[in-house]
């Protein structure tokens, strides 16, 4: 299993950035993905999940009505569209997969099976 992320760069607050995560070589019907993001001397904190149960979506609090998550099956792709974004959202954002069906948190990393390498975002203000 293999995902890539890209999409990172630096931005001004209030500008708008669209992370894509390829995922490859696996082939569960109940899997979740998750972007996820670490800033410098923080935990890693979940930011927003698409399961493939009925493709619901989830948001954490201080992304809620800024970023959206989607998926492209036929490229085997999700997308974190970010918009307004602010200087708190500077981060290495990554995404990942779990597989089969799940009940718990989507928000905290331990159940997660594969990640990817990380993108940079900077938000300068």
């Known amino acids: 299993v293999q995902l890539v992320e890209s999409g990172g760069g630096l931005v001004q607050a209030g500008g708008s950035l669209r992370l894509s995560c390829v995922v490859s070589g696996f082939t569960y019907e109940d899997h979740a993905i998750t972007w996820f993001r670490q800033a410098p001397g923080k935990e890693r904190e979940g930011v927003s999940c698409i399961s493939s149960k009925d493709g619901s979506t989830y948001y954490t609090d201080s992304v809620k009505g800024r970023f959206t998550i989607s998926s492209d099956n036929a490229k085997n792709t999700v997308y974190l569209q970010m918009n307004s974004l602010e200087p708190e959202d500077t981060a290495v954002y990554y995404c990942?997969?779990?597989?089969?069906?799940?009940?718990?948190?989507?928000?905290?990393?331990?159940?997660?099976?594969?990640w990817g390498q990380g993108t940079q975002v900077t938000v300068s203000s």
């Open positions: 990942a997969a779990l597989m089969g069906d799940y009940s718990g948190s989507y928000f905290s990393p331990i159940p997660y099976d594969y």
